[in-house]
């Protein structure tokens, strides 16, 4: 079966070569179009990019010639690695034009008629880009992943809140430093240091949670009722977020109960069948000193949140660890896997 | 005025080194005796040493010989860097021959009758001595230091408390290497990694904080009546730990009231006088991305804790980043600090 | 085809889990017969290891249960990642017992009459097992792999020396902590800090050299007439050793000669034909910045040695950067791959 | 005595901000003026700079404001911390106008009219300024400090070619990331891993070390007879340039003999007497894991270069490690020590 062409926006960087590393050997994408800003137009993507990812480019991949922000003849899908400012800009202009974006970007996953999903989590919300479309007299659309850490903390909340319903939680971020994108931070400032600020990331947090565990009704998301406190930190780690959490429930669980409904968590069939979905979404690890970012963080190929050091807690009702592959289940990955659920649903 | 003779149980480790460099130089300690575990008795200290503080090994210190765990003649002060199970022995021979033993060990910091205190927060503690030497029928004494991430937490929580009623309080803390003593954490556990998980650090924390916030009612400490909930990390970070806190308070202060509570905190007159009490035991700080252990560690020499990002909470009233020097503030400098408060209050 | 029952001595450590992982899904070898220290004898080895390599052990492995250093029935094959004084006890043992020791110790490595083997520099010095197994009357024998940094360093000096003759070499390595094994260094020694010395490893570098690139005459081998000066140090990364040389030839190359040599270079067709053989045992970038220990190190899945900054030198002829993995390459799979040429060239 | 103001060019930088730090307690120098781009003119220093010192920038330096890069009245030195492009335009500029220009950058180091001083190792150097000035008809000057790695090496290598004539010296760096200046090295590229290239530092320091060892003669320095090979790494280290070198002599030292030059190293009379210069230059450590950045860049206010692990080497005669730190002894107290020199030598 031949592989769909797809674009990539905002191929340079951190995430989006991540993306390009995945797709070159993708079942059902085939990279047909990379965008970059002006001043690249028209040159070789293997002699722009400085590669960050292990070894050398792909071939196929360092032949590609950077376009204008236009879809190319033949794109219906693109995946958004671009930064904010630049994807709400750039972003409608594709999905106007019939391309279905999927986007890692912030710019749109808080807007109310744009998807923000994570297949496991909430498939569902798929529903509200018939929405989008209809309202917007777009054929195309714009679908959207959660921050990096989100996504590895709405993944934990997920089976929780659906067996024990979340009130609170109060949650402590180590972020590594891909989260930043390259070059990012310094390293000056990471040697031997930790930064505790993140622009942005802890609103992120707090309001992205809320709506990727809330319910789609109708042409709306109505958000959980739930509230979420972050403190984020940057740490001297390459890749994979760990998120500590303090949670407290309508239904108290216990340790046992919530290993159990973490272990057993499992997507749609549809979902679980999507080339980018792990075998399992979350990993419950009994190691007392785990998960830990540089062993953990490729678990089914960076898509897996590992979960630990489930106990009880003296001020909320459990606290736990979780940790997964910001680049990969936070952001490239994710971005992946949405593109393939968008495909499975007949979206495309 | 000639220097007090001062023994220091547990010279080798981590804090003993930073116990020995600090007292090179002190007004009015000077190192008399070093004891040792058996098969280094009798050997010369600058011989059995790995000196882990910067440049070279003190002349006047590298000669001290080693001795067997009995108080020297004339030593009626000694300082405690011992592991906890040793502590639980040793100390008390001491205390019973004579001697105020300032200890850093956890072994004791919890027994009813023994002093555990930060002396800006709770000197008035130091009343429990008379208890503790009248109940054991000792002359000498047991006088205790916080656990590392206790003293920089329950420094910055102590004006708040006073002010406003700490209720409860969910911390994360990023602690540094050099609280696992030496050679402690493997490179190949902390490099590009962290670590969710210290043995017995959590409880330690929770149990602590309210009884250095406690009240001294005649011959025992009343708790403070508030709930801590401690999630801990290890961090590639050599010196500094860092605790992140969301604190529920009997009346909640606004950010500028917490603000001035924590820039006016200072210690009694008598705990100002001390020569390692620093300026301020805590410093605000405005800039958004601090503290940083790397850039504020050594403020105050190190006994300074600095405090910033103080914030509202969408789950309890505020947030804040508090941080201070595991191995000055957390142990050495405040075993020492703890040591001359003893000195100025007479019980030495 | 039933794969060879092996045994692994040493299986705890650093490279002997590396051992075990790669085991796990070998073609040829299957693990039968686990060794370890005598307190562990009849344990289960999944709860016994603390398990390093990412995420978690395997099954089939972790059932395994450690036996006494005697060679189990129907074990011909053994592995060892034995610290030198033990190996120097227990690989003759089962030498003589009828088992082909495949060792990454040290012990033997210049002994007259011990083959020492990287299988695309010097395959043909396993003729030297004859000499061996007669001399001593074994039945087994004994067949080593260089020193971490050795393994890098004459691999990239092999098709140099054999094109142009190499007189004399001084390098400097960076070597990774790995390379201690663990716990190995600790994290306050290595974090924001080098340290430049690591026991006894200047002068493996400098002896195995020349013998790696001797001649196999009959009974001996007669090492290279070259001299090698090694400066070596400690990094804080966790996996790859980086050799910088500046290295003097009989005839000097140009670069672009140099290159040549480095880029066609191949094992022999029996070796080529080996499972852990990688497609090029050396891969020349053109990247003036290249090779870095953490983007170049899982190149043919650690079994490539990268080369870069070929440029001339002032004092010698030529300088250049080679870098590999020290636990693959280096260690956990050159023993492999030295096992695996002995079962082709039929000596097992 | 009222301090002399001074001018400082490119304060913002990290060895700006190491000159502001050391400068705000200096007992001869003032800052009088900063010099920054255009776009900050006006601007008050303490909001437009990114404070990277420990703690919080000094009051005093903080309310400085930015001028253009005129000399401001009375001013008549000025420290450079500029970039050498703008080096190259801005220094002969103050220099015409009268000001001496204490210069850290690269740009007029090799320049034949321009003195390149290390204090203790070449001072005399100082008589070319006298050349400079008639030549150009300067009033003022230009007078520069070696690069950060050559500052190390051209230290450890003078007392042994004052007594043995070094002919040959092949070294290898290991730099630290301030070295880049900051932002300069991303943590993406340094955590975990080694950068094996620094562009134009290995031409800098083989060219650099042949004219601070030459001879000054008349109105020009005849460089020293030797030739440097150098093999430039960047490490995850925060401070702290560790170079470890393989020297051949004209007459090959012990290692005694060359321990004994090493630690008794001392400056002229009038250099020992400058407020920068260390107690002994040059330290020589007996542990042989030794020098270390983290516990030996300190040394002296860090105007100190320790030296340890000196040995024969097999390839040349003998090699060693030196270790000092790059911001201090390699820039900013450099170029201090510099300044202070051209006033004892009455040339302010």
Redesign the interface.
């Known amino acids: 079966m031949p592989r769909i062409p797809v674009a990539v926006l905002g191929a340079t960087g951190?995430v989006g070569q991540k993306l390009l590393a995945a797709l070159a050997s993708h079942p059902s994408f085939e990279v047909a179009q990379v965008v970059a800003s002006a001043e690249r137009i028209g040159r070789r993507l293997g002699s722009e990019i400085r590669w960050?990812?292990?070894?050398t480019i792909p071939d196929q991949i360092a032949d590609l010639v950077f376009t204008a922000a236009e879809p190319a003849a033949g794109v219906r899908l693109a995946f958004s690695a671009l930064d904010a400012p630049i994807a709400r800009e750039v972003e409608p202009r594709f999905a106007a034009a019939g391309v279905l974006v999927v986007s890692n970007a912030s710019a749109f996953r808080m807007t109310e008629d744009v998807p923000l999903i994570i297949p496991e989590v909430n498939a569902d919300h798929l529903a509200l880009l018939a929405t989008q479309r209809r309202r917007r007299g777009w054929t195309g659309g714009i679908l959207t992943n959660p921050n990096c850490s989100t996504a590895v903390l709405a993944t934990a909340l997920a089976p929780l809140h659906a067996a024990f319903g979340v009130e609170?939680?109060?949650v402590?971020t180590?972020q590594a430093?891909?989260g930043a994108g390259?070059?990012?931070?310094?390293?000056?400032?990471?040697?031997?240091?930790?930064?505790?600020?993140i622009g942005g990331e802890e609103d992120k947090i707090?309001t992205e949670c809320a709506r990727l565990l809330g319910r789609c009704e109708g042409r709306a998301i109505v958000p959980a009722p739930l509230?979420?406190?972050a403190?984020v930190?940057r740490?001297?780690?390459?890749d994979g977020h760990?998120v500590?959490?303090?949670v407290r429930f309508r239904t108290a669980p216990s340790v046992d109960e919530a290993t159990q409904a973490l272990a057993t968590f499992v997507g749609s069939e549809i979902v679980r069948a999507l080339p980018s979905s792990p075998a399992r979404p979350i990993e419950v690890e009994a190691r007392?000193?785990?998960?830990?970012?540089?062993?953990?963080r490729?678990?089914g190929q960076g898509m897996t949140v590992t979960v630990?050091?489930l106990r009880p807690?003296?001020?909320?009702h459990l606290?736990f660890?979780a940790?997964g592959h910001n680049l990969v289940r936070g952001a490239a990955g994710a971005a992946l896997q949405n593109g393939e659920l968008a495909l499975a649903a007949g979206e495309l």
Not at 235 to 238: A, E, G, H, L, Q
């Open positions: 951190a960050r990812e292990a070894g609170q939680a109060v402590a180590l430093a891909s390259y070059p990012g931070v310094s390293s000056l400032d990471l040697l031997d240091n930790v930064i505790p600020f707090e509230t979420v406190a403190m930190h740490v001297p780690v390459i760990l500590s959490a303090s007392p000193d785990r998960p830990q970012p540089r062993l953990d490729d678990r630990g050091r807690c003296p001020v909320h606290r660890v940790m």
